[in-house]
């Protein structure tokens, strides 16, 4: 039922004027309808706001145990297999790295640049594999044997990543010999010629950082 705004006589919803005074009721169903938005408009907030923070919530207990089941399976791995951990990982890697290799190597009939490159990682296939394992334990030791191993520690890291420089600058010169992209060849060019000193770059960086948790260490415990 709408009343009307200037007698306030009761009128039927569809009617356009009053019964009694004859005034327009149009405005008055405008007011009803803006008012009945504005509720929508206020219900639909609050129940936004409602499942936003749902979402976070369960984003967080997901995120939280994800990480405490990373946690375990980590603690079981290394339980399991012990120093053999690494390398059981890096066979498992190379055993995806194989089956890329033939991935590409399969495409290589529609895509030849894919075969190219699945012949690159073949003949390197083998360098690939010492650098997972580099990696690996390099990882298991520092996780273990923190206190003897962090001055090691950015050592490796140093050579692997420079390692893996010089690997991504051969890809990269295979992808522009092959698709004639000459930005690919410079950023090549410029990873060949500051090998050495990016990764004299990443080894200071990892002494300072070694540096620096030592010296946290030190003023937590005095």
Known sequence: MVYCNKCGKKNEDNARFCI??????????????????EKIKKIGEKVGKKIEKTAEEVGKQVEKSVEQAGKGFGSW??????VFGPLVSSFLGLIILRFIIEILSLSSTEVTVLGVI???????ILL????????????????????????FYPVFSAIGFGVFLWLAAKILLILDTSLDIPILASI??????????ISIFVLLIGYIYQMFTVSMTKERNR
Do not use: P
């Not at 791995?77 to 012990?82: D, E, K, L, N, S």
């Open 128 to 151: 690939f594999f010492i650098l997972m394992l580099l990696s690996s334990y390099n990882s298991y030791f520092y996780r273990h044997y923190k206190r003897q191993f962090r001055w």
């Open 118 to 124: 699945s012949e690159f990682l073949y003949d390197y």
């Open 77 to 82: 791995y290394y339980r399991t297999f012990g």
């Open 188 to 197: 090549a060019s410029f990873i060949e010629t500051y090998l050495v000193l």
């Open 20 to 37: 009694k005074c004859g005034s327009s009721l149009k405005l008055e169903k405008n007011k009803k309808e803006e008012e009945l938005a």
